[in-house]
């Protein structure tokens, strides 16, 4: 779809107004930020600032900024952040954006809403639609697209986010990459993109704007568009999502934070008491029970199940629920006890969310057999595996040797497993672990290591998983 | 269809007739199939965690509700009539009514790790008259956590103690590395356990980022509401549908968000208000961990 006269005169028109208005905007942009909302930025933003623009200034070509995405306002804190006032009058570097329509261009009363709107103008914003899969919502996109193509043939700098909306982790995952910037690329081979990682210390989960007062840290790199024979957007875009991670894990380095968050449970499907509130044949269990563990969307998945596969189902949803619960402790969400509700699990999609804060962790069942069920997930710091990829999270189910405690044993098994799957270390006896904040964590060298070990036993088994990543 | 609950039949109790001792001696006798940690259950009090195989009764978290759901069928209470939280809600309380079955909550047993917090519990929900006596006897949630984790970290110190004796050469030398890690972060630990306010600092942290996540939700909810309001003169029906949803939606994440902010609240609160029934818990792991601590250092 080509755009028609009438949309560029529109566009050029946005361009001249918006380029008028750059510098009072860019200062009510970083005022706003640093004395309405605190922010800060970190101590050597100039040093940063002048390797990327030294960068850009080399590069003659449009481009194509690309960041992480995890809060509403994160277009201009990415711009406060990468653009000196100094270099405001660059007309050509100014980005355009592209927000979704259904999140800002509705928003409040009419005052409201018309404040916004101009402000979304006057920086250079292009609304996509990103839900709709009927062909008024497909040309809106085609047309979004055609946009941003032409800014960039016409020398200009276009913002998308890669992952086409704010991570529900709090983590950009490399092994998914979405085609959109690839095949803005391959449309403007001269193309540069312009990653960035951008996040608030306090930042966990995707929400509305950083917290008030918080402290940003950035990496940013400037990398090729499409390269000489590269003709798949899918090539081009793990290209930059791969970028995209390596800043990640840059920024996670310098972070108080643990960066690895997973999780695991095991549960023994034949230990006696796992049958108490069920009937005898398994079918159903007490409702009472029942809901204090589940969700309402979960109770109504179970009752779904054929009958034979309710208890097992029932304890597939725990054992998802309990590793999950790991895995958001070591990120400091720390659900209380008995809080089964405040975790809600998708069997299907193999998603478990944390209610209050709206994170979502990925899921994954191994070794389940007619004994016992394990489960491992993953909140952030590496990919979970799929058929295709391994993943970073390595696991290992045992049973309990008669006579010998399962915690002690789960110890054991941990730290002999950690040793053996990686040469370097090479014995158990170079490695121990330690219990902070209630979270065991393995020393090596006498250094504890962010592999976010979690231990799990129940009746006759017992299990660890760690991430390698 | 009739539910064979697997567990002797007990007569459930008026909370209102029963002293605090003969609630919390039910309460325990209530857990005592699932508790694995046999020596630890055998000498239980009030303060006896329900988790953990240091010091508690190794109760698994997959028998978590069964402790709530245990002390349900034991009592009964006049707290049976529901009223809305507020005019309008579908939440509720419940108030002084008729004499009958006792139900906790969802969320109201949050912090109620111990026979005695149980009981503490059934006293702040109005299930039963306050005995400041009883309670002064009972550890905070805080510092049952507190110390659960000194024990813990004792626990693997002297582990780790015993295993680097055994060792020999370069083994040994790498035990001891991590050995001397441990020793710190106990050192460390024992500093933090010595100091009220500074059990308290670290305990804010946990309510800082649980006040975080609910001004986030609050945001999140104001945004919500702003979509109404720009879609309601639009009059898409579809779209307003699916925006009051996820009103809906955030409204209940705020519920839960705020709940369990209460919880660390209370247990920021707490961690800075030492009683005589702490100290004398805290004097101990303490000691436990010391004596690890010169253990350990002696073979490093």
């Known amino acids: 779809m080509a755009l028609t006269p009438e949309d560029l005169a529109a566009l050029r028109r946005q361009w001249r107004l918006s380029r008028a208005v750059a510098v009072p905007l860019s200062l009510f942009v970083a005022a706003t930020a640093r004395l309405r909302f605190w922010y800060r930025l970190p101590g050597d933003i100039g040093r940063i600032r002048a390797e990327i623009w030294e960068k850009l200034d080399r590069h003659d070509g449009p481009v194509i900024w690309a960041a992480n995405h995890l809060t509403l306002i994160d277009s201009f804190l990415v711009y406060w952040a990468v653009f000196p006032m100094s270099r405001v009058l660059e007309d050509r570097r100014l980005p355009w954006s592209t927000p979704e329509y259904t999140n800002y261009y509705k928003l409040g009363g009419p005052l409201k809403s018309a404040f916004i709107r101009a402000l979304l103008y006057a920086c250079r914003c292009i609304p996509f639609l990103r839900g709709g899969e009927d062909a008024q919502s497909e040309a809106w996109r085609q047309k979004a697209f055609d946009k941003c193509v032409w800014i960039l043939r016409e020398g200009g700098s276009v913002f998308v986010y890669p992952e086409a909306g704010r991570s529900r982790s709090g983590w950009l995952e490399a092994k998914r990459p979405k085609d959109f910037l690839g095949k803005l690329a391959l449309e403007v081979p001269s193309a540069k993109f312009l990653c960035v990682y951008l996040r608030a210390e306090g930042q966990l989960a995707a929400t509305v704007r950083p917290p008030d007062g918080d402290r940003f840290r950035m990496v940013c790199d400037l990398i090729d568009g499409a390269l000489p024979g590269e003709t798949n957007p899918r090539q081009i875009s793990r290209r930059l999502f791969d970028r995209l991670a390596e800043l990640q894990l840059e920024w996670w380095k310098g972070s108080a934070l643990s960066r690895n968050c997973g999780g695991n449970d095991v549960v023994d499907l034949k230990a006696p008491l796992l049958r108490e509130h069920f009937t005898d044949d398994l079918a159903d269990a007490d409702c009472e029970w029942l809901e204090r563990h589940l969700t309402a969307k979960e109770l109504a998945s179970l009752r779904a199940r054929r009958p034979e596969d309710f208890f097992r189902a029932f304890w597939s949803f725990f054992c998802a629920k309990e590793a999950a619960h790991k895995a958001l402790a070591r990120a400091g969400l720390v659900v209380p006890h008995a809080a089964f509700r405040e975790i809600e699990v998708d069997l299907f999609r193999r998603k478990a969310a944390h209610v209050s804060s709206g994170l979502q962790l990925d899921l994954r069942f191994t070794d389940e057999d007619q004994d016992k069920l394990h489960c491992v997930c993953v909140l952030r710091g590496g990919f979970i595996g799929d058929s295709e990829s391994e993943g970073d999270v390595l696991w290992k189910v045992a049973e309990v040797p008669p006579g010998v405690s399962a915690g002690s044993f789960a110890r054991e098994l941990a730290l002999d497993f950690v040793a053996e799957s990686n040469d370097e270390i090479g014995r158990a006896s170079a490695l121990a672990l330690s219990e902070e904040g209630g979270l065991p964590t393995v020393l090596w060298r006498g250094e504890p290591r962010d592999w976010s070990l979690s231990l799990s036993h129940s009746g006759r088994f017992a299990a660890c998983s760690f991430m390698i990543s | 269809m009739a539910f064979m609950r697997k567990q002797a039949v007990v007569e459930a109790a008026d909370l209102e007739t029963l002293t605090p001792e003969e609630t919390e001696k039910r309460i325990t006798a209530g857990v005592k199939k699932y508790a694995t940690h046999e020596a630890n259950y055998a000498q239980a009090d009030a303060n006896t965690p329900y988790l953990g195989h240091i010091v508690g009764m190794g109760i698994e978290s997959s028998n978590l509700a069964d402790i709530t759901m245990s002390i349900e069928r034991q009592f009964l209470t006049k707290m049976t009539t529901k009223a809305p939280v507020a005019p309008g809600s579908a939440d509720f309380k419940l108030t002084a009514g008729e004499l009958g079955k006792l139900r906790i909550l969802d969320g109201q047993d949050a912090l109620a790790a111990t026979p005695g917090l149980s009981v503490k519990m059934l006293m702040d929900l109005g299930h039963m008259p306050r005995n400041e006596a009883y309670l002064q006897n009972v550890m905070s949630f805080a510092y049952v956590m507190a110390v659960g984790d000194g024990w813990k970290m004792a626990d693997a110190l002297r582990k780790m103690t015993a295993k680097a004796e055994k060792l020999a050469g370069p083994e040994r030398a790498e035990a001891l590395a991590n050995l001397r890690t441990l020793a710190a972060q106990a050192k460390d630990y024992d500093l ?46 579809a779209a307003l549908a699916k925006l009051r949803t996820e009103e809906a939606e955030i409204r209940t994440r705020l519920k839960m968000s705020a709940a369990k902010l209460r919880v660390s609240q209370e247990v920021a609160e707490a961690a800075g208000r030492r009683r005589p029934v702490e100290d004398a818990k805290v004097d101990s792991v303490r000691k436990a961990m010391q004596e690890a601590v010169v253990q350990a250092l002696k073979l490093s």
Do not use: M, Y
């Open chain 2, 192 to 237: 933090v356990l010595a100091d009220p306010a500074k059990l308290a600092a670290a305990k804010q942290k946990t309510f800082a980022n649980d006040k975080a996540a609910c001004d986030a939700l609050n945001n999140e909810l104001s945004v919500a509401l702003d979509k109404i309001k720009g879609l309601s003169a639009g009059g898409d029906a």
